[in-house]
């Protein structure tokens, strides 16, 4: 099954800014990419998602302030995220829209937490 490595996550203040990096541990060349976050008492929800040929979709509330990217050699996938706001703070997790074995793996994430 897929593993993904997330990492990147830590400790900002309001209007910081964070670079989160996921590592899939098998190609991603054909697959659409994205990454969800999960806020304490929250569902799971999806922040952004890049397509196979890099076309990027955001959460309305996060346009202009996040930035998904991949590299499909790198097998990796990036979010910038600036501006950072508390009802930001929440576990990142890195998800590809695999078939099979691979559709249900999840990584453990990675936290980000904004605070004063």
């Known amino acids: 099954q897929v593993q993904y490595a997330e990492s990147g996550g830590g400790l900002v203040q309001p209007g910081g800014s964070l670079s989160l990096a996921c590592v899939a541990s098998r190609s991603i060349v054909g697959v659409v990419m994205g990454w969800y976050r999960q806020a304490p008492g929250k569902a799971r929800e999806l922040v952004a998602r890049?397509?196979?040929?890099?076309?990027?979709d955001y959460l309305d509330a996060l346009k202009g302030r996040f930035t998904i990217d991949r590299s499909n050699a790198g097998r990796s996938v990036t979010l910038e995220m600036g501006n950072l706001k508390p009802e930001d703070t929440a576990v990142y997790y890195c998800h590809g829209d695999f078939v099979g074995s691979d559709a249900g793996a999840w990584g453990q994430g990675t936290l980000v937490a904004v605070v004063e």
């Open positions: 890049i397509s196979r040929s890099g076309q990027a």
